[in-house]
Structure formats: C-alpha cells, structure tokens
C-alpha cells in the first residue's frame, strides 16, 4: 500500500497534482482545496504523512491537526511564514524546494541588475510610447557596465551561488559574505571570495540579497549599511522585502547614499500604488515573481515528490529548514 500524500491546491491546479501521481511510486497524492473550512481539511488529510502546502501561516494550523504527520513539504524556497518550532514539537519537520527555482531567480536578479545599470525599463517604455530613446534621460555616468565592479553577494546558498557562477565571465570581481561556513571546492565553482559582512557593504559596486527572512534577517539592512555602501552602489532584492527596512531604503536612495535598487520583494507585498518606491526613477520594481518560469514548476514539482518518497520508505527527508 503506497502512503498517502496531501497537497493543498484548487482545483484549477488539478493537473499539478496528477503529475506528482506520475512521478511517484511510493506515494499517492491526492489534492485538497486550501478554501475549504479547516474541519473539512483536516478529515481529508486523515493519514497523510506529508502535507504539499504553500508558505503561509494558515498552514501552520492544518498541519497541527493532521494526526501522524512528518513533513510540510513547500513548493518555494522561503518558509517564513510557517512556525517551524510549533511544528517540529509536534514531530513534523519542513522542507524547502531544494533550490528548484534558484535557475530562475538567479537569473532574474541579474536581470534587475542589467535593468538598472542599462536603464532597459526605461528604454522599453519610451519605445512603446513612441518617443524612441527621448524618455532615456540622465547623464552619461548612470549607465553603467559590470566590467572591474565589485558584486557583494549576501548568501551564497543556492541562489546566490547561482548568480555569482553565471557572473564568472562578466569581467566583475565576485565576493560573498554568509552565516554558513562554505569549503573552498564550493566557493571556486560559484567563483566568489569570502570577505567580512562590513568589507561588502563599504566596497561593493553591488550588493545582491539571498538570504532567508528569519529572526536573524529580519532588517538586516538597514540605515548603518546604507550609510556605509558608496553613493554609486546598487541594491537587488530578490529573497524577502524584510530583509531590508524599507523606510531606510527609501530615504537612502532620496538622499543619494546609494544610487539605484533592483526589487523583486518588498515589505508588503501588493506594494501600495502611493509607496515612494514605485514612482522613484532610480528603482526597478517586479512584482514577486523570480521564480516564474516552466523550468522552476518542473524542478520544485520534482523536488517535492522526491522528499514525499523519501518519507514513504522511512529515510529523512531532505532541505529541511530548521527554527531559527
């Protein structure tokens, strides 16, 4: 008898699910609607040992009623939203994407990067408007390439390896600071040199966010980093927009203590239409969606069927995110 797996989906997401069913073999995968009300819930995830379900804190009260649980497997790489010490005093451990999205958010935080060094919004927009290049404003000096920059990476995980090895050839200088001790095999394939927290922030030309929202993150750039980066720095955020205090960023980036910022997250996401950030013509903004690719889909997809099995034959599981 295959073990039982739940995964919190709507039904538009029907075919997701039948997808998982076909890449596994030890598990059946059987869908239920995050809407319903929670009693119902919980009696459809009877004798589940995994539970597929999104990085939110109503997740947190599912799982607590599901009697024999092991794992809340997520399809993303943040868990901030899940309450991983209650889950864990109730014998359930959880579980990441095992960096299936980090292709794709890498890439995207160098496209933020390219945006606002070569002003390509602006650059598409004034096209689309039909004034060719004259919306494309602004000295010389702002447009910058990568050659002999300095790109401070913070959090050199999946992500943030990601876009230092794809940064390799670009003629930039790679450095990274992390909490996580890394061997030296691992930092000369991602390229980057280890440097200290302070050395990034006072040296880089760019500073780049691939770190996870915990207690430890949380604003963790802030006015005393912001005062010390150069007034030519640039800031990309594509991990969590807590991670930076956004009242800092916005008056750092009104003063010129830093030049430009690259934003795929921000404190509250929809940001609000009368937040400075979104009419600042020094800020690129995305809306959240790094990861937004059918490769991402296809890899976290993968990755979850693969730690459900892994809790089917009693191994543990992998990526697992512990309470901070």
Not at 108 to 113: D, T
Not at 153 to 171: D, E, M, P, Y
Not at 291 to 298: D, K, P, Q
Request: glycine residues 8%; proline residues 5%.
């Amino acid at each position: 008898m295959r073990a039982k797996a739940v995964v919190l989906l709507p039904e538009a997401a029907q075919t997701r699910v039948e997808e998982m069913n076909a890449l596994a073999r030890d598990v059946v995968f059987e869908r239920v609607d995050p809407r319903a009300d929670l009693a119902e819930i919980h009696a459809a995830c009877a004798g589940a040992e995994v539970l597929v379900a999104p990085n939110r804190p109503a997740t947190n009260d599912i799982a607590a009623g599901i009697e024999g649980l092991k794992l809340v497997q997520t399809f993303s790489a943040g868990t901030e939203g899940l309450d991983k010490a209650r889950l864990l005093n109730l014998g359930i451990q959880v579980a990441n994407c095992g960096g299936g999205n980090a292709a794709c958010v890498a890439e995207h935080a160098i496209g933020l990067l390219l945006m606002v060094n070569h002003k390509l919004d602006r650059q598409a927009a004034s096209v689309r408007a039909g004034r060719w290049s004259r919306d494309v404003t602004g000295p010389l000096t702002d447009f910058q390439t990568l050659t002999d920059k300095r790109i401070g990476i913070v959090g050199l995980g999946n992500i943030g390896s990601g876009v230092a090895r794809r940064l390799q050839t670009w003629g930039a200088e790679i450095v990274y600071h992390d909490v996580v001790a890394y061997d030296a095999d691992y930092e000369r394939q991602a390229g980057a040199r280890r440097i200290g927290r302070d050395e990034l922030f006072t040296t880089s030309d760019i500073v780049s966010l691939h770190v996870p929202l915990d207690a430890s993150t949380r604003a963790m750039v802030s006015t005393a980093e912001f005062r010390a980066m150069k007034p030519t720095a640039v800031l990309i955020n594509t991990c969590r927009g807590p991670v930076v205090d956004e009242a800092a960023l916005i008056h750092a980036l009104q003063t010129g203590e830093i030049f430009a910022a690259g934003l795929d997250v921000m404190e509250t996401e929809p940001i609000a239409a009368d937040n400075p950030l979104v009419t600042m013509p020094n800020v690129v903004l995305t809306p959240h969606l790094g990861s937004r690719a059918v490769e991402s889909t296809v890899s976290v997809t993968r990755n979850a069927v693969e730690n459900a099995e892994r809790i089917a034959r009693g191994e543990p599981p992998e990526w697992v995110v512990d309470p901070v």
